[in-house]
């Protein structure tokens, strides 16, 4: 009888142990948990989601910079929030990198919700987790799916321009490009495709896109491959020479609604960036995808959550690796 006893203790006591990692996904930094703030910052995701609901109420826009900054940082070392680092006498910035100098922006809202979480819980919520929460919470305010955040990452104590002038796909990229950098990243096409799908919400500048409506192959002539019709609506606003910041959604459909318009769009021609149009003239795949996610949202929203969190956890600094960061744009001293 005790020996039975015994025998059901321990064994309940290792169930007990062994239960987090049943709710845990390891990566090559360590494991990441859907509750890691559960007991140190029971708040944390009600401050984040409360910071990021009043800044895409103020600017619907937001929501999809969010997404992106966190997809800018997970491409370059990792999701370890070195993108949110400034210029210091130790760090050059990746703010300043081709790819993130027009397009990544959010970082006072970033500001806004370390400020809230530090009064809360300090020294607790890492930056790397702001940025994977606030996306998460920008997909479900524009309308798209939502997904239990894993969470536990540390932030760097460094930033790579190299890395994201080099890693992060641009605008302009061949479809075997966008590709490799996926692959290298640990993504394939699939989340290729999917992550794309972001670009339901959010603008891009006329920069990003001008070859396309003008000089694609280099001899003057326009991109073929983009609605001629809706080539003269966009030249109107993105002249030859001049207005590089004019902004254009990058879905005209429903450019504040997180859907499968995109999807939709390249299928009649009319992905705004050449990254976007390639996924249905450049690879036979990637344009399956397409159509199926144009025809069922609902296969859209089942793969989105499950490539974001995949993305989510690329190289993330865990346990005893980098820091929490007092100033998300800071190492700490």
């Known amino acids: 009888m005790a020996k039975s006893m015994t025998f059901l203790i321990v064994t309940t006591l290792l169930a007990l142990a062994l239960a987090p990692l049943c709710f845990s996904h ?22 984040v989601k409360s910071v990021v609901a009043k800044a895409v109420a103020k600017e619907a826009r937001m929501a999809a910079s969010l997404i992106r900054v966190h997809f800018h940082d997970c491409f370059v070392k990792g999701c370890d929030g070195s993108i949110l680092l400034d210029n210091s006498s130790t760090i050059i910035s990746e703010k300043g990198s081709n790819p993130n100098r027009n397009s990544a922006r959010g970082f006072n809202v970033v500001d806004d919700i370390k400020t809230a979480l530090e009064k809360e819980c300090p020294h607790t919520v890492s930056c790397a987790d702001i940025l994977a929460i606030a996306a998460r919470d920008s997909s479900v305010l524009t ?10 990452r540390r932030d760097s104590r460094s930033a790579s ?25 640990g993504l394939d096409i699939v989340d290729l495709v999917t992550l794309s799908g972001s670009h339901t919400i959010g603008k891009s500048r006329c920069t990003s896109f001008r070859q396309r409506l003008y000089n694609q192959s280099g001899n003057g002539q326009p991109d073929f491959t983009l609605d001629q019709s809706y080539a ?34 390249l299928l009649a021609s009319k992905g705004l960036l050449n990254s976007d149009q390639v996924l249905v003239t450049k690879s036979e795949r990637s344009m399956e995808l397409v159509k199926k996610y144009a025809e069922n949202t609902e296969l859209f929203f089942q793969q989105f959550p499950k490539s974001m969190i995949k993305m989510g956890n690329i190289t993330p600094l865990t346990g005893s690796k980098g820091e929490i960061r007092k100033n998300c744009r800071k190492v700490n001293s």
């Not at 798209?144 to 894993?150: A, H």
């Open 161 to 185: 321009l190299s890395g994201s002038n080099n890693n992060i796909p641009a605008p302009n990229n061949t479809f075997p490009t966008i590709l490799t950098k996926f692959k290298l990243k």
């Open 26 to 47: 390891k990566t090559d930094g360590g494991y990441l948990y859907p509750h890691y703030y559960e007991r140190s910052c029971p708040k944390a995701l009600e401050i």
């Open 232 to 265: 003269r609506q966009l030249r109107k606003g993105c002249p030859q020479s001049g207005g590089d910041q004019n902004l254009f959604p990058l879905d005209f459909v429903t450019p504040t609604k997180f859907d499968n318009n995109y999807f939709k769009n």
């Open 143 to 152: 309308g798209g799916p939502s997904w239990e955040v894993l969470l536990g």
